[in-house]
């Protein structure tokens, strides 16, 4: 909790942040409590996605699904696993996983 000044310049008592202030009179507050005080924007963090298999979650569902079989099994794996970490789990993805992790399946024991 930053402290900061508060000048009266009124010509009457003010009351801020449950403090008295008399006019021409200086006292401290709370910097949320200074009638002047904007609070900051919250700075969003930026995406860094240094890895281009991460960015394909930023695609939507449709985007995602035919770029699957293109991918090898550690980036096919890596994509899983981010979708399920990730804040916003979408199911129609999830199921497509599943089909593709079937489908890798029975690639392989055709093989």
């Given at each position: 909790m930053k402290k900061v000044h508060y000048f009266n310049d009124t010509p009457q008592r003010r009351t801020i942040g449950g403090q008295a202030?008399?006019?021409?009179?200086?006292?401290?507050?709370?910097?949320?409590?200074?009638?002047?005080?904007?609070?900051?924007?919250?700075?969003?963090?930026?995406?860094d996605h240094s890895d281009p298999i991460l960015a394909l979650l930023d695609n939507p569902v449709a985007d995602i699904i035919p770029e699957l079989p293109n991918l090898t099994d550690e980036q096919f794996e890596l994509l899983q696993q981010a979708e399920k970490d990730g804040n916003k789990t979408r199911k129609s993805l999830l199921k497509a996983f599943d089909e593709e992790h079937l489908r890798r399946a029975d690639a392989k024991v055709d093989e």
């Amino acid at each position: 909790m930053k402290k900061v000044h508060y000048f009266n310049d009124t010509p009457q008592r003010r009351t801020i942040g449950g403090q008295a202030c008399a006019p021409g009179a200086t006292i401290f507050v709370d910097e949320r409590d200074h009638p002047n005080f904007k609070p900051q924007a919250k700075a969003r963090p930026k995406k860094d996605h240094s890895d281009p298999i991460l960015a394909l979650l930023d695609n939507p569902v449709a985007d995602i699904i035919p770029e699957l079989p293109n991918l090898t099994d550690e980036q096919f794996e890596l994509l899983q696993q981010a979708e399920k970490d990730g804040n916003k789990t979408r199911k129609s993805l999830l199921k497509a996983f599943d089909e593709e992790h079937l489908r890798r399946a029975d690639a392989k024991v055709d093989e």
